[in-house]
């Protein structure tokens, strides 16, 4: 198939980089420079958390797969981006009934998180989705659901959106940048990177244009 367009929705990684709640993990230790070395390396420390990145069941749940587990089909495929940029402080039901989601969907979810800049600091008030939306989605058996900040809840008693999202076995995919993009389908891949025995990993996420 031919594609018109790549589009990288990615959180770019730096030190400088928005972290959860502004724990800066991200450290870039430069071990072998050209001037002194004539070769360039380094030593990068990250969360499995930063930027871009997949969450294992294992990060809330008791039993949950780690992600080593983490099928990857869900993570790959047609999926469509909703515009729910009207969204003030949170997503849900009212506002995801309206876009006819159908089972098996990878649902990227626009909101005003990803008018953003990717170095600010963390913004506390973040769009994210509630416990109602979660549910209808896990009702809607889709695949995949994504979100444009560092976390699908915020400040939620026992996790509660997390919960039902990885509980209904949907991949969860947080930390995209979606500014560039405009509503509609695309073809998606979203690799979390093969870290064995951990509870998410970053990921590299592209949208393919048909």
């Known amino acids: 198939m031919n594609y018109t367009k790549i589009i990288d929705i990615s959180w770019p990684i730096s030190p400088e980089m928005t972290a959860y709640k502004d724990k800066n ?21 990250i969360g499995t958390h930063s930027g871009t990145h997949i969450d294992a069941p294992a ?3 008791a039993t949950g797969a780690t992600i080593d587990q983490q099928p990857l089909a869900p993570l790959v495929g047609l ?12 997503i849900t039901t009212q506002d995801l009934v309206l876009h006819d989601i159908k089972p098996g969907e990878r649902i ?14 963390f913004n506390p008030a973040f769009v994210f ?22 976390g699908v809840e915020r400040g939620q008693p026992n ?16 930390g ?11 073809d998606l891949i979203c690799l979390p990177l093969l870290m ?8 590299r996420a592209i949208l393919l244009q048909r």
Do not use: M, W
Not at 160 to 169: K, Q, R, W
């Open 159 to 174: 996790h509660e959106t997390h919960i039902v999202l990885l509980g209904a076995g949907i991949a969860v995919i947080e």
């Open 196 to 203: 064995n025995g951990l509870d998410g990993a970053p990921a």
């Open 129 to 150: 989705i509630d416990k109602t939306a979660s549910e209808y989605l896990a009702s809607c058996k889709i695949l995949a659901v994504g979100i444009d900040y560092l």
């Open 25 to 45: 993990i991200v450290f870039f230790n430069r071990t072998k420079t050209f001037d002194h070395d004539h070769v360039r390396e380094a030593l990068v420390t």
């Open 176 to 186: 995209l940048r979606l500014a560039a993009v405009q509503p509609g389908a695309y």
């Open 108 to 121: 990227l979810c626009k909101t005003r998180n990803s008018d953003v800049e990717p170095t600010a600091c």
């Open 79 to 90: 999926c469509r981006v909703l515009d729910l940029t009207h969204c003030i402080e949170k």
């Open 59 to 61: 990060h809330f749940l």
